[in-house]
């Protein structure tokens, strides 16, 4: 029988993200202090937990049960009166790339990428001062939809805390960020930043549906 295939979520560490081998994850946790992580049996599972707390999974053996009705119940319905953003990147290093959509009609309100050697945290990073910025600019109240609690956190101290190396190879992604620092430290909004309640509304509606 062959071995059942595992993923690894990396919350703090190295170099946070998703690993397929635990030789993968050795390194990227291997003499960090504090370091969190815990392993999955499938992609899903470890997204969803990759962008939630590590608290809520560091004492569970299995993966959560699928909501009660009562348990829905407390989450109640999205507010479809706003846009919605989310990063992919293919591999940890990889080609990442980010957009916004209309959380009702999922309408492409803007997207940016692929870039060479980014991360998903990045790319949710950006995306989250993106949505901000257009916010902004047209002028609306309508609420910010994020599935990563990482970005959230980012954006409120205004910076980006990656442990990803600049190199030649993703010289321009690192411009973005800085310009997005740069725009979170000198705009003003009134923006309500929430976060998506994946394990109550599924995915978000700006997933780029790579499972």
């Not at 993200?17 to 504090?34: E, N, P």
């Not at 954006?155 to 190199?167: A, D, F, G, W």
């Amino acid at each position: 029988m062959s071995k059942k295939e595992k993923f690894y979520v990396v919350w703090e560490g190295h170099r946070p993200g998703i690993y397929t081998s635990w030789a993968d994850c050795q390194v990227a946790v291997k003499g960090y202090s504090g370091a969190k992580f815990k392993s999955f049996d499938n992609f899903a599972t470890a997204k969803k937990a990759f962008n939630e707390d590590y608290n809520d999974y560091k004492n569970k053996k299995e993966a959560p049960k699928i909501l009660s009705a009562s348990e829905l119940k407390k989450y109640g319905e999205p507010n479809l009166y706003s846009i919605a953003v989310d990063a992919a990147s293919s591999g940890n290093p990889g080609k990442m790339e980010y957009r916004g959509v209309d959380t009702q009609t999922k309408k492409q309100l803007f997207h940016q990428g692929p870039f060479l050697q980014g991360t998903n945290n990045i790319g949710e990073f950006l995306a989250l001062v993106h949505g901000l910025a257009y916010l902004k600019q047209h002028k609306s109240d309508r609420i910010l939809y994020t599935d990563s609690r990482i970005a959230m956190g980012w954006v409120k101290k205004k910076q980006c805390n990656t442990k990803l190396k600049q190199s030649a190879k993703n010289a321009k992604l690192f411009e973005l960020v800085e310009r997005a620092i740069t725009w979170l430290k000198s705009n003003t909004y009134d923006t309500k930043i929430v976060k998506w309640e994946t394990k109550a509304w599924g995915e978000i509606p700006a997933d780029f549906g790579r499972k």
